[in-house]
């Protein structure tokens, strides 16, 4: 009995021995037929950006808030005419869009050129020119509240003012300040 149980042992290994083999090559061939390449002519494609002007108002320089430069990348990218509401007849599209930290009110002619903006954004990162400037001017304060107010039209560029909630131990202040750190 004990010869017996030794010879179905040497099969069993026998056999593990081929299969492990066998799948090793089995592996091996099927890396050998992902090594073909085929080549072919793909037609040709023209990117364009509606919007691009939208973009270049809104670029800062500065390091904005994400959500507010997502939600500005959105608005540019936006297409009209492969929204469910598009029709012909129409010659404007007011469209609205928001996040937890803004929104924005976008205007677009039937062609889906970005005509107009209207954004309003709470707490974002303002832009050293600003901070700077507060600071200068209130040393002892801190800003406590911001908002970022956007208006946008694409003949006449854009606008950017920030108010700010400044405070002095009990004392509170508001002040709005332009792109450019002067106090309005």
């Known amino acids: 009995m004990g010869s017996m149980l030794r010879l179905i042992i040497n099969l069993n290994i026998e056999i593990m021995k081929k299969m492990v083999l066998g799948l090793i090559l089995l592996g091996l061939t099927t890396q050998t037929f992902a090594q073909i390449i085929k080549t072919e002519q793909l037609s040709e494609v023209t990117v364009y950006a509606t919007n691009y002007k939208y973009l270049n108002n809104m670029n800062t320089g500065e390091v904005a808030s994400l959500p507010v430069e997502l939600l500005q990348r959105k608005v540019a990218a936006f297409n009209v005419k492969d929204s469910e509401f598009y029709q012909d007849d129409y010659d404007l599209y007011q469209i609205n869009f928001f996040i937890?930290?803004?929104?924005?009110?976008?205007?677009?002619?039937?062609?889906?050129?970005?005509?107009?903006?209207?954004?309003?954004?709470?707490?974002?990162?303002?832009?050293?020119?600003?901070?700077?400037?507060?600071?200068?001017?209130?040393?002892?304060?801190?800003?406590?509240?911001?908002?970022?107010?956007?208006?946008?039209?694409?003949?006449?560029?854009?606008?950017?003012?920030?108010?700010?909630?400044?405070?002095?131990?009990?004392?509170?202040?508001?002040?709005?300040?332009?792109?450019t750190g002067t106090f309005l």
Do not use: C, M
């Open 100 to 179: 937890p930290e803004g929104k924005i009110l976008a205007a677009y002619d039937k062609d889906g050129k970005l005509l107009r903006t209207a954004e309003k954004y709470k707490n974002v990162n303002l832009p050293d020119v600003v901070k700077k400037a507060v600071l200068d001017r209130f040393p002892e304060w801190t800003i406590t509240k911001d908002i970022y107010l956007v208006q946008y039209h694409d003949t006449k560029g854009s606008t950017k003012k920030y108010k700010l909630k400044l405070e002095n131990g009990d004392k509170v202040l508001r002040v709005k300040v332009d792109e």
